[in-house]
Every structure is written in C-alpha cells, then in structure tokens.
C-alpha cells in the first residue's frame, strides 16, 4: 500500500500517453479521458484514508534511503490538494466535451490535460525540492500547448508573454535550488527543516527564502507578480481558463505554504512579515482589478489574486487558526473558482460575448441559471454558511490573534469588495430586461450546466457540513505547524 501515493501521478500520465496514439477518435479521446481522470479520483480518494488511518506515507524510489533518494510523500495537506486537483480535472473533462470544439478535441487537447493534471499532482506529492522544479515544468509544459490551443490571436499575443514570465521564473528557480543545495548539501525537504535549523548563516538563508518567495510568487500571482495572469487567463477557451484559475496558481501557493513551514523558518521576523504585507497588497491589487472592468472573466480572474492574497496571509501568522484557515480556504478557491467560472462561460455563451455592458435580462430567460450563480457569488465573498466563510474566519481569527490584526480588518473590509464585485455580474447579466442572445441548443447547454451545478453543491456541501471536513483541516495544518511529523516520517529509516 506504500506505493498508493504515486497512483494519482502515475495513472493520469498512463491516460495521456495512450491518448497520444488515436488524436482523431474524438469518442475514444473523451472516454479514456474520463476514465482516468476517474481512477486517478478513486486512488485519492483510497491514499486520504490511508493517510487518515495511519499517518504520512514516504515512498523513497529505487529503494535509496532518504534523503539521497527521490522521496514521494503525502500527508493530509497534499492529498486534500490531490483530491481537489483530481476533481476539478474530471468535471473540466466533462465541460470540455460541449464547450471545447471537435477540432481542439482531435488536438491533443486531452491528453495535455490529463498531462497537466500529472504535473500538478506530483508537484502537491513531492518531498524534494528539485523534483518540485521538475513537476513545476510538466504542467507549465502542458500550460504552454493548452493556453495557445486553437491558434487564435489573442491567445498567440499572451502566449508570447506566458512563455518569458516562466522561463524567466524557471530559471531563477534552478538557481534559488542551487544556492540552496550550495548552502545545505541537500534537497530533500525533510532533511533540509533538519539541517536549515544548525546552520548559523542565517543571512544567505534568508536571502535564498527571499529567492523562493519570488519564484513561487511568479507561479502564485501575488503582488507585484500578478501582472501576466489576467491577459494569460483571459485568451484560451473557458474549460482551459477554469482549469487554469483553479490548479495553476494554487502550486504557486502550496509550494509557498510547504516552504514557509517546514524549512524557512529561521528569520521568521523578516521572512513572514514580508509574506504578510506581501499578501495584503496582493489582496488590494486584486479587489482594484475585479472593480475595474466590466468583463465576466476578468473580474473572476482577479478573484483569483484577492483569493492568494487571504491564503497567504493566514499563512504568514504561524498560528494554528491561521493555518487551519489557510488550508481550508485553499481547498474551497480552487473548486469555487471552476465552478464560477463554468458559470460565467454559460453567460458569455448565451449572450456571445463576456461584456457585462452587452448582458441584461437572464433571470427571466435562464432563472435556475441566475440562482445557481447567486449561491456561488455568496461562496466566493464568504457568506455563511457557504464554504468560503469558514476558511476566512479562521484566517481572520489568526490574524488578531497574530501579530498582523490590521490584515484581518483588510481580509474582512475586502471581503465586501468580492461580493460587489460577483454581484456586478449577477446585477448586468440577470436583471433589467433581456438582450438579445445566441442560439444555445438545450442539450448542450445541460451539458455545462450539470457539472457546474454539482462543483457548486459540493462547495454547498464543504461549507454546511464544514464539522465533518474539520478533522482534516486540523490534521492537514497541524503537519505545517508541527515539522517534526513530517521529518520523522520521511526520515523514519
């Protein structure tokens, strides 16, 4: 059962390459996309009790002894990432099959899909640094086919800006990894929170916590790092905009929230009241962004920058409110994000364009529409009892209980801002009277509003029932507070 860990990464890479070999077969291309993206949620869902059951599981590949061997490990904060990561890629899988075009679909469309997926789990799974740089670089690889997928125009003009900002993010990546290893001799993250503590220069440390603070901010979008994302998100089709706004930034985040607790922790008075302003202005610039246009997409794309911002800054306090918090809204962002944005490409596709000033009307025409994107809108702001609420509690909590109280008072005046901003869309496109739209066929419009319905009940269902989830919550963070859990786990031999 030690190998159940690898399953998530393993089976969606088996689905891709063999998806590889009949592009054509649209019918085959969809069903084995499906199909693995099923197994690999069913192996999560078997490693989360596993974990549960009997604590974090190491697997050291070649039988090397860590840390000298490649070490795979999942505790409970990884695999709930897993989970979502996994969930979302198989009802993007399902709103592909109405929404993406049969020519995309004979484009190696899913096969990059489930390579991404491959990408971003492995990424949540890993114990060693390099290999995150590794696992960082298949999903960008599979990002760069997927954001220029269908050639148009606008996605070929972004693309061009995509591919510098990574490159040039991947490359200050190695080099952070370097000095790193220069200063430590070693890789491993659970030898480097032991090591990192003995070592008394604590100065280039915390110049190389700096270094990765960069990196991971590029992938993460935080401030002022932010400026690639909106144009990037805002080119490919819908089904590849909500797969990016839910997964991409989020290993930005993970990577930012495994590093910042169980190995950069020596200048803590630096190193996390950095993280703190950090995530605050990040919350600001993303709340100005989402007033500023008038652009469904757009405003849920800066969504995606208030939502880093608040995740962060629980995780800057170091403190178990902060933490737990962190960890929950983290989850809830990444599923609430797909679901918006599922909803909002109905919107656009109902009414042929994303310009909220060219929208009116769909209550009358569309009302279960209009109250499914309602319940979603009151997620997203933190409305209790919805899923985004009790994350944002607890951040706020750890804040005035940590030293940052006047990050909360911007968490809670912000939380206003996010829900005017959803409301905008819910006020333009749903009420006054009804604008001319394009012809949707009723087939295919269940088609995309199924899964988004239920990506939306399952965020109803966190929020309500956020009791039974809390026990993981607590698990996932007190392996983040508590560093030894891990260390002793992955160095047990």
Known sequence: MINLLLFPVLIPLLFAAILLFFPKNIRMQRTFAAIGAGLALVAVLFLIAKVKTDGIQAVTLGSWDAPFGITMVSDLFSALLVLSATIITLFIIFYSFPTIG???????????????????????????????????????????????????????????????????????????????????????????????????????LTVIAVMFLVVFGFKAAIFPLYFWLPGAYHAPPTPILALFGAL??????????????????????????????????????????????????????????????????????????????????????????????????????????????????????????????????????????????????????????????????????????VLLSAMRIFVYAFWGEPVETVPLKKSTYRQMLIPSVLLVAITVFIGVGAELFMPLINGAGEVLLNPSIYIDAVLKE
């Open 102 to 204: 049969a020519g995309r679909e004979q484009s190696f469309y899913y096969p990059a899909v489930l390579f991404l997926l491959t990408g971003v789990n492995g990424a949540f799974t890993t114990g060693d640094i390099f290999n995150l740089f590794v696992f960082f670089e298949v999903l960008l690889m599979s990002s760069y086919m997927l954001i220029v997928h269908g050639g148009e125009k606008p996605q070929l003009r972004e693309t061009i800006k995509y591919l510098l900002v990574n490159v040039i993010s991947s490359a200050l990546f190695v080099s952070a990894v370097a000095f790193l290893y220069s200063v430590t001799g070693t890789l491993n993250m659970a030898d480097l929170a032991v090591k990192i503590p003995q070592i008394e220069a604590t100065g280039i």
């Open 248 to 417: 991409l930034t989020k290993v930005g985040v993970y990577a930012i929230m495994r590093t910042y607790t169980l190995f950069f922790t020596m200048n803590t008075d630096f190193t996390h009241e950095l993280l703190a302003i950090i995530a605050i202005l990040t919350i600001l610039a993303g709340c100005i962004g989402a007033l500023a246009y008038f652009d469904v997409k757009k405003i849920i794309i800066y969504n995606i920058i208030i939502a880093v911002g608040v995740i962060l800054f629980g995780v800057s306090q170091l403190n178990e409110a902060g933490v737990d918090g962190a960890i929950f809204y983290l989850v809830h962002d990444m599923l609430i994000k797909a679901a918006l944005f599922f909803l909002v490409g109905i919107v656009a596709v109902i009414f042929g364009t994303s310009n909220l000033r060219q929208m009116g009307g769909l209550m009358k025409t569309h009302p279960f529409l209009g109250w499914v994107y309602l319940i979603t809108a009151f997620g997203l702001a933190g409305i209790p009892p919805l899923s985004g609420f009790p994350g944002k509690l607890l951040i706020v909590r750890g804040g005035f209980e940590g030293p940052h109280f006047w990050g909360s008072i911007v968490v809670l005046a912000t939380s206003l801002l």
